[in-house]
């Protein structure tokens, strides 16, 4: 079992920055996928990132790659994810997950934190 947190949320203009930061707990050592979803109001949930907890092999979004950065701190059990030059349209909750390597789904989920872009 993995539990996952997040923070730095916040509402923020566009083209300023955020990083969100997911901190974990509990079976860490294990061999996860951690990846960055964010779902907006009436749209279905969306993968933005994610990065292999033992190595690295960030992976993105087309609509964020340039943008937004991927970054991990096994020290910390932390994944962080770095937004820049934020759009209005990046405007969403954003989630933490975790699945097994080589698992087909995401089992554990963190609670969300809310990023707001104003135009």
């Known amino acids: 079992q993995v539990q996952l947190v997040e923070s730095g949320g916040g509402l923020v203009q566009a083209g300023a920055s955020l990083r969100l930061s997911c901190a974990a707990s509990?079976?860490?050592?294990?061999?996860?996928?951690v990846a960055w979803f964010r779902q907006a109001p009436g749209k279905e949930r969306q993968f933005v990132a994610s990065v292999i907890w033992s190595g690295y092999a960030p992976n993105y979004a087309d609509s964020v790659k340039g943008r937004f950065t991927i970054s991990k701190d096994n020290a910390k059990n932390a994944v962080y994810l770095q937004m820049n030059s934020l759009k209005p349209e990046d405007t969403a909750v954003y989630y933490c997950a975790a699945a097994v390597v080589g698992a087909n789904s995401y089992d554990f989920w963190g609670q969300g934190t809310q990023v707001t872009v104003s135009s």
């Open positions: 509990g079976r860490t050592s294990s061999a996860y996928t």
